[in-house]
Each structure stands twice: as structure tokens, then as C-alpha cells.
């Protein structure tokens, strides 16, 4: 089992960078058109989400529909440094230091969001991510920040509002959000966050605080009686899931030109689809979630008599998959069904 | 402090504990001292009480009244996770074991706060998480060694068969290194092979970890065969509390059984 | 103070819309003991049924609720049977949460196939046109008021149902205790069906009141309103029904007088920090009951 995890983990790696060698060699030989090199930065970083979600949901196994809002977080946090700094670092310095504050401030959002939330479980806790999600992009949407030589202006009412002196720079510009982020994030950088976050993800998983948090989720009760620490386990991995999907915000903010608080970059919708993902991936299957990412939105993309039956399709699959996987009938049924193959073919089921 | 006094300190020492759930008094002044290396048995009708004891005493439910000492330290109060910590360690009535995770992780669980490393390591996998993990492995393999259950190593828990399922939730309980263990009606849904197998695991444990054990049993024949001493429960009062074959033979014991 | 006045009531009035669909929720999930996350797209399906019936066919409109009541109940129960009963001994509150979820863009993507992504937009269900009072300064309007007293009564109409029939009495005891309610003869998935039955006939009479307050109607219609309903029910305690009655008021009107008096942006996070701060402070709600799991 050790060893089969190992490798499945390294074989996740391996097809990640030949998946990544594949493209830019087409890339080069200008075999991709544009619309699909438009697509590869979006399918990569929805991808890292679906990869911090599933440590939230099959990990730690509670249901968050909020991830939307970390995303947010992390990407209007690093825009806000990019620019900042847009004259003063290099690249080279500027986007990595921005990922990290990015990765940090959807880390502090979790912290602070999981002391109330992680109190509450089951359907309680998904529905106050949710709200929390809205929360983060409904002040985001409304919030104007502006700097001049007095310092930060704020305000939830109009630009007006914020009386910026006439040497003064606008940041966010309410729902019109921020304008000017440098595009530091290209396909090869997302591969780079997504592998990174795979490591993360596929060894917090074979730990010793990987195996705390999945104890909590098979049984809470039991895992208290040996000495977990069910607080601290749940917040590490709510925190680590928060993080994660801040990356992927940094990703999202530094790839596009304007970068708004709106609903369908950040809406709980967003998080929906990101659960979709992760379920048709597989919970808890960590590489399941990358290959369902990246496959779930390219091929609606790209077969475009796909794209309208895209959602009803899902919707369709998922609540399929869910039956298949959860029913105890068809748990039975498929226990019965192995039962008969390992007769037949004498081979040992194992776990 | 003499010899003699700290033989004769119990290991567990519980005085007038009481609790009340919405106006009934579902444990009425219960005491009970269990001496170290000791095996003591807690016996009585459905609905006595029995698991609404542990439940007092592993910090689940907080007791109205009364003073649990362990070892001679007063943990009345404390919250399930520093009970453990303490030195007491339980199974379940209705099994609980971590269902999705392999045979070998479930003790592994159990061995967290005796190896540690930072958050770090666990996240990167440095130098010394490959250390302690195989030491945990190694350690975790004695604990399936001994129960017996080291072919099931890589199997998910819940696909092991229902002894040991049981076994397992042992093992994992003793990988706590607890100084008390309360095992929950152990011998529940076994057929008598199975129970037969269980009381020797028991007997096993006792040898290798001197370890003091206080057993919820409805199998009569169980509690005759291995406690040296019982508490017999009815209506959330002890009833009975000595020897077990003197217990067993009191007529108010019986009519309360046979009344059952 | 008249305009406050104005406010207040239309904020009572779009309370009583989710006061109508937090009835459903709450008794979903006292009952079912699961969070129907599809709910509040039984409105949107209620609202196209009648906008089918009403408007491209010409009905009358009360036929037209009950037509729309009539469809909501069938793709209530029919969820119910079909993805949700078979998860209910699944040990997972997951399982269903996201089985709903799914059903829930099921529906929405259904409707978008069917109806387009355009807003329909909606002909009132009530044609009176309100009262003026205070010399014309104050201006009730008719569906205000339609929909004010279509939610008391409701209200009293299930008080008398869940507390004076035999079918309510048994609800009343599979919300408290599923096992005992078996066995004391309570036929448990007929209960249930009947429940879903209620609250999606329930979502349809919403959707038709919502749908006249707002008039415009789209596939993604129901989905807001549904998850405000569910705060007000948690806000109302989960499970009671008077509960959900006062909580959706109590939300609706927070989130008029918010959105006139605070930011129009800031309200929906202003009703939303509410359930926050609900679940922090009293998490059983103003008239809920407490559980706690068994060892």
C-alpha cells in the first residue's frame, strides 16, 4: 500500500510534465490556436483549486462551498502587491513574493473563517462557506480603494466618495475592480504552482497530521478518544485547502487584465463547479481532481456542440456518481459483483 | 510514601459521581476503585447506566457530581482528548474505527502523540519524517503483531471482518499507551469462537502490558471467566460490587437479570 | 418615516416570500434530516410553470398556480424517490448535500435548455392594484398585501396540519425520533414523500409571489432566494415552523431596510453575516431545539 501510493503519487508528477512537454512542443510547432493556449492558464488553475477543495472535502470531509472566496482573496491581495511593485522588483522576484502573499492572505482567511466555521459541521458548515464566499465577494464588489499622498482611502459608496488628492492612484474600483495587474502567469508557471501543489497535497495526506485529519473525518468521536486534537487537525486542514486555492487566485489575477469581484469569477457558482470537479474526480482522490479539472473544462470548450449540454451533463453524471458511490444498495451491489469476479478469477480483493 | 501505601492506592478511584439528563438521575452516586493490573467488570440490565459511566469518565459527557482521580490526579472534568492524554483509552459499544483508512493507519492514529514532527516535514517530507514514520511503522506492526492481525496490514478498516474490527479498535486503543482501558461490551454480535478469541487477546494484553482494564460485558459467561471483581448497575445505582463469583450468586443480582 | 414605513413593508413582504420557502426547507430538513439544496429551484420551476400556463397559454392565473403547484410536487417527490431516498442510510450528510446540489443544476440547466437564458418577463398572478392611503403618500401594493396574507395563512394552515392531523402528528415524530417513529407503526419514506410534497407545492405558490414582486424571470431565478430562505429558516430556529415564519420576516425586512439604508452592494453580505453571527451566538436559531449526537 506504502509503496503503491508512492508511485501512483510520482506517476500524478510524471503525466503532469508530459502533459506540460506535450503542449509546449505543439505550442512551438504552432499546432495550438489561440483560443486553446487562452484556455491552458484557466484549466490549470481551476485544476490546483479542485486540488486544495478535495483536501477540504475528502480529506478533511467537510463540504465547502466557499473556495470561490479564497480564490478571491488571493488574487486581489497579489494584484494589489503587482502593482505596487510593478516599477520596483523584477519579475522574477516580484511574482513569486505576490504568490506567496496571495497563498498567505487566503491562508489568514481560512484561520479566521475556520474558527467559526469549523465549529459547525455537515450542511452547516457548507452553507456558512458559502455565505462567507458571498461575503468576501459582495465587499470586494463594493469596495473602492484608492492610495494618494496621504495614504489608503476606502470606501463602500463611490469613487467619489474617496477624495483621492489629483496625484492619486485608484486600486479597486469597485465592481469595476482592478485594472493593470502585470500578466506574470503563463502556462508553464501555472504547471509549476499545480505540481507544487500536488507535493503538498499528496504528502500532507502521508503524514502523521494527514492521517490525524482523516481520522476526523471517518470518526470524530473516535479520534478524540486516542488524543486527537480535533480543532487544531480540522483548521490545519481547512488552512492548507484556503492556501491552495489562494494560489490559484494569484494564477487567475495575473493572467487576466481586469480582475473583478463578480459572480462568475468568484460566485458561489464558482465553488459548485469546483465541487463538480472534485467529485467526478473522485473525493479524496487527489489526481483524480487534476484530471477532471482539466478535462471537464477543455472538452466543453473545444467541442462546442458540447458546451450548451455541458452543465446538464454534469449535473446528470454527478448525481449518477454519487448514487453509484453512496447508495447502500449500490454499494451492495457492487461488493456482490467483486465478490463474483474474485471467484471467478481467483484474484485477492484487497482494500 | 511507604510501599505499602502506593500498592494500596487504586490506579482508578471514582467517588459519587452523578448525572442528571433533562430531570432523570441516569447515574445516582456511583463509586468504584479499580487496583492496578486489575481486569473489573461492569455489568447490569439495558439502560443501567454502564455506558453513560464511560462516557463520565472519558470526558464525554461532564459528570453533575463526583471526582474521577486517575493515578491519584483529578481529571473530573477534562475534555475526551486530554483523557486520553492522562492514560485512559476506550472502545465503542457500536464499533468506531477510521473505516477509510488501511488496517496499519488506524493504530498509527492511535501512536500520534508518542512521535512527533513539525507541520513542515509533514508537508515536504523532510529528513525527519522518513525517520519517525518508520519508526511508527515498526511500532504499529508490534500492535498488529500482537492482536494478530498483521496479514490485514494494507486492508481498509471497514473491510475487515467483524472480530477484528474489534481487535483493531484494541490495538489502536492500546497504541495510546493508556494506563486504564475501558473496553465497551467487546464481546457484542461474536459468535462464541469469536468471544473465545477475544478473552485470550485480553488475557494477552494483560500479560505483555500489565495493563488495568475496566470491561462493560452482557455476556455473563465472559465476565464469570475473566474478572476477578464486578459492579453490578440497575436503574443507574450499583446494586452489587465485590467478587465476581460472590456477585453473581446474590439473589437481587439474578432477579434483576432474569428480570431483565 | 412614511418612506420608512414603505420600506418595511415590502421588506415584510419579501420576508414572507422566504417566510413560504423556509417552510419547506425547514421541514425537509427536520423530517428528511437533509438540506434540499434544489430547493429554491422548485420556485424557478413553479415560476415557468406558470409563466407557460398564465402567459403562453392563456390561463387563468389561480388555475395557473395550482397547475404550477401541481408540477412542483411531481419533481418533488420524484427527487426525492429517485436521488435522494436511495442515500438516506448512505452514513453520509455529504453524500446528499452534493446530490442535491446536483439536482439543483439539473434544474437550472433544464430550464436554460428549455426556456433560454433570456428573462421572461413575468405578468403579476394578482391583478388588484393595492391601496393608497395616507393621501396618496403611502402606497400598498396589491400583490404586497396578496402575498403578506397567502404566507399567514400558510403558516396557520400547516400549524393545524402538523399539530391537528394524524400525517402531521406522524411527522412530528419522525422529526424527533426515526427509529422509535418505525417502530410505533409510522410508515417513515410515506412521510417523508409527504413532506417533500408540501414544501415543493410550497415552492411553487413562492415562486408565483416572487415572480409578481420581481418580475423577471430566468433559469438562476429560485437560486437566491432559496439560500436566503434556508438562512431565515436557520435564523428561525431549523425545524419549527413558526420559526421559519418569523426568521423569513425578520430577513426579508433586514434586507430591504439594508439595502435602502446601508449599500445596495453590501446587503446580500449583511444577510448572509446574519446567519454567521446566528450560528455563532444561538445555532439552534430564535426557536430551535438542541441535538446532540450519541456515543
Known sequence: ?351 | MSQETTEKKPLLDVSNLSITFGGLRAVDGFQLQIQKGELYGLIGPNGAGKTTIFNMLTGVYKPNEGVILLDGQDITGHKTVEINRDGIARTFQNIRLFQDMPVIDNVKVGLQNQYHYSIAASIFHLGSYRKVEKEMDDAAMEFLKIFDLEKFRDYKAANLPYGQQRKLEIARAMATKPKLLLLDEPAAGMNPNETKELMDTIELIREKFGITILLIEHDMKLVSGICEKVTVLNFGRILRQGITKEVLRDPEVVKAYIGE | MLSFLNYLISGISLGSIYAIIALGYTMVYGIAKMLNFAHGDFIMVGGYAIFTCMITLGMNPFVSILIAMGVCLLIGVGTEKIAYKPLREAGSPLAVLITAIGVSYLLENLALLIFGSNPKSFTSVVSWSGLTLAGGQLRIQGVTIVTIVVSLAVLLVLQWFVHGTREGQAMLAVSQDRGAATLMGINVNHTITLTFAIGSALAAVAGALLCSAYPTLTPYTGAMPGIKAFVAAVLGGIGSIPGAMIGGIVLGVIEILARTYISSQLSDAIVFGILVVVLLVKPTGILGKNIQEKV
Open chain 1, 1 to 351: 500500500m506504502k509503496k503503491k501510493t508512492l508511485s501512483k503519487s510520482t506517476w500524478t508528477y510524471i503525466v503532469v510534465i508530459l502533459v506540460w512537454a506535450v503542449v509546449m512542443i505543439l505550442q512551438q510547432a504552432g499546432a495550438l490556436s489561440s483560443h486553446l493556449q487562452g484556455l491552458l492558464v484557466p484549466a490549470t488553475y481551476y485544476a490546483i483549486v479542485a486540488v486544495g477543495l478535495n483536501i477540504c472535502v475528502g480529506i478533511l470531509g467537510e463540504l465547502s462551498l466557499g473556495h470561490a472566496g479564497f480564490m478571491c482573496v488571493g488574487a486581489f491581495s497579489s494584484s494589489l502587491f503587482s502593482i505596487a511593485m510593478q516599477n520596483t522588483l523584477p519579475v522574477g522576484i516580484r511574482f513569486p513574493l505576490a504568490m506567496l502573499i496571495g497563498i498567505a492572505v487566503a491562508a489568514l482567511f481560512g484561520f479566521l473563517i475556520g474558527i467559526p466555521v469549523l465549529r459547525l459541521n455537515g450542511d452547516y458548515l457548507a452553507i456558512v462557506t458559502l455565505a462567507f464566499g458571498e461575503i468576501i465577494k459582495n465587499i470586494l464588489n463594493a469596495l473602492y480603494l484608492g492610495v494618494d499622498s496621504k495614504g489608503l482611502h476606502a470606501s463602500f459608496t463611490s469613487q467619489m466618495d474617496l477624495g483621492l488628492e489629483a496625484d492619486g492612484t485608484m486600486l479597486i474600483n469597485g465592481p469595476m475592480g482592478i485594472s493593470g495587474t502585470p500578466r506574470d502567469a503563463n502556462f508553464t508557471i501555472a504547471i509549476v504552482i499545480l505540481l507544487i501543489a500536488l507535493f503538498v497535497a499528496q504528502n500532507l495526506v502521508n503524514s502523521r497530521d494527514g492521517r490525524a485529519i482523516m481520522s476526523i473525518r471517518d470518526n470524530r468521536i473516535a479520534a478524540e478518544s486516542v488524543g486527537i486534537n480535533i480543532t487544531h487537525y480540522k483548521m490545519l486542514g481547512f488552512v492548507v485547502s484556503a492556501a491552495i486555492a489562494g494560489a490559484a487566485g494569484v494564477l487567475f489575477s495575473h493572467s487576466i487584465s481586469t480582475l473583478q469581484a463578480g459572480s462568475q469569477y468568484f460566485g458561489y457558482n464558482v465553488s459548485i463547479l469546483i465541487l463538480v470537479y472534485v467529485v467526478l474526480g473522485g473525493i479524496g482522490n487527489i489526481s483524480g481532481s487534476v484530471l477532471a479539472a482539466a478535462v471537464l473544462y477543455l472538452l466543453p470548450e473545444l467541442l462546442r456542440a458540447l458546451s450548451s449540454y455541458r452543465m446538464l451533463i454534469y449535473s446528470i453524471v454527478l448525481i449518477a456518481v454519487m448514487l453509484f458511490n453512496w447508495a447502500p444498495a449500490a454499494r451492495n451491489w457492487r461488493t456482490k459483483v467483486a465478490a463474483r469476479l474474485t471467484k471467478t478469477f481467483g484474484r485477492k480483493e484487497r482494500a
